[in-house]
């Protein structure tokens, strides 16, 4: 029956720019959507369709998809292989959830570090036990964004830094990071005499005004270098480039 149904929606959304709805069948169809794909066990397009009905309501609507909202941050939460929320924040229905415990929990997914939400967990314990995710679940997707974030902007860590930010024994940091790195949020060249870890690179866990900054530098330098080559191949002479990344 769900998959009959899935069907007939992803039609009607594929046909929505063909044919005149109102914004109110755009949400009974993304609705109908987020129930079809989460009873399919898919997660990853049942958030999907979830976001997309968030999307439907404006400024002053927020407040009538309160209940979506607080489903789609759980969802968001709850999903192993999710990690940028950011986005969520903007989003009129969870603007609407401001004030609330559920918006305070989204706050540490999107920015906080690991000691951020077992303080929160310390103090809203009773409210956490009746998500539909677990404590250690949290605990495993906050320690992996605290690296993320530990990592971002550093070249070289050490083993004793992580173990005392991550909350883990030395011994299990090694395996922490091959962990991080097979979920794609950070790379690097693990230096187990040493007890260091290189890094490549790191996600960005929300993209503000530095991380703008950083793309506009390297777009003047970018720009620099091309003028460098442009000006080199006229005169017919060497390249100079300027040092930078």
């Known amino acids: 029956w769900y998959q009959r149904r899935v069907r007939e929606a992803v039609v009607?959304?594929?046909?929505?720019?063909?044919?005149?709805?109102?914004?109110?069948?755009?949400?009974?169809?993304?609705?109908l959507l987020h129930e079809a794909f989460t009873a399919l066990g898919n997660g990853?397009?049942?958030?999907?369709?979830?976001?997309?009905?968030?999307?439907?309501y404006g400024?002053?609507?927020?407040?009538?998809?309160?209940?979506?909202?607080?489903i789609c941050v759980i969802s968001h939460i709850a999903q192993p292989?999710?990690?940028?929320?950011?986005?969520?924040?903007?989003?009129?229905?969870?603007?609407?959830?401001?004030?609330?415990?559920?918006?305070?929990l989204l706050q540490i997914f999107v920015s906080g570090d690991l000691n951020d939400y077992l303080e929160f967990y310390s103090?809203?314990?009773?409210?956490?036990?009746?998500?539909?995710?677990?404590h250690e679940q949290n605990k495993r997707k906050l320690r992996l964004l605290t690296l993320a974030s530990i990592c971002e902007g550093a070249d070289e860590i050490e083993f004793s830094k992580l173990a005392d930010r991550l909350n883990l024994e030395k011994d299990e940091i090694e395996p922490f990071i091959i962990e991080a790195i097979g979920s794609g949020l950070v790379k690097g060249k693990i230096n187990e005499p040493e007890g260091r870890f290189t890094v490549s690179t790191s996600i960005n866990r929300c993209f503000?005004?530095?991380?703008?900054?950083?793309?506009?530098?390297?777009?003047?330098?970018?720009q620099k270098?091309?003028?460098?080559?442009?000006?080199?191949?006229?005169?017919g002479g060497h390249l100079m480039m300027p040092i930078g990344s």
Do not use: C, Y
């Open 59 to 70: 400024e002053n609507e927020g407040v009538e998809a309160k209940a979506d909202a607080h």
């Open 225 to 235: 270098n091309l003028q460098v080559v442009r000006e080199s191949l006229n005169k």
């Open 44 to 56: 990853e397009k049942a958030i999907k369709a979830l976001v997309h009905l968030l999307k439907l």
């Open 12 to 31: 009607s959304t594929q046909s929505t720019g063909q044919w005149k709805s109102d914004v109110g069948e755009q949400r009974d169809l993304f609705r």
């Open 123 to 134: 103090a809203n314990t009773d409210f956490v036990e009746h998500l539909s995710v677990s």
């Open 208 to 222: 503000g005004q530095s991380q703008w900054s950083v793309i506009k530098d390297r777009l003047e330098l970018w």
């Open 81 to 104: 292989n999710i990690f940028i929320m950011d986005h969520l924040l903007d989003l009129h229905p969870i603007k609407a959830l401001d004030g609330q415990l559920i918006h305070e």
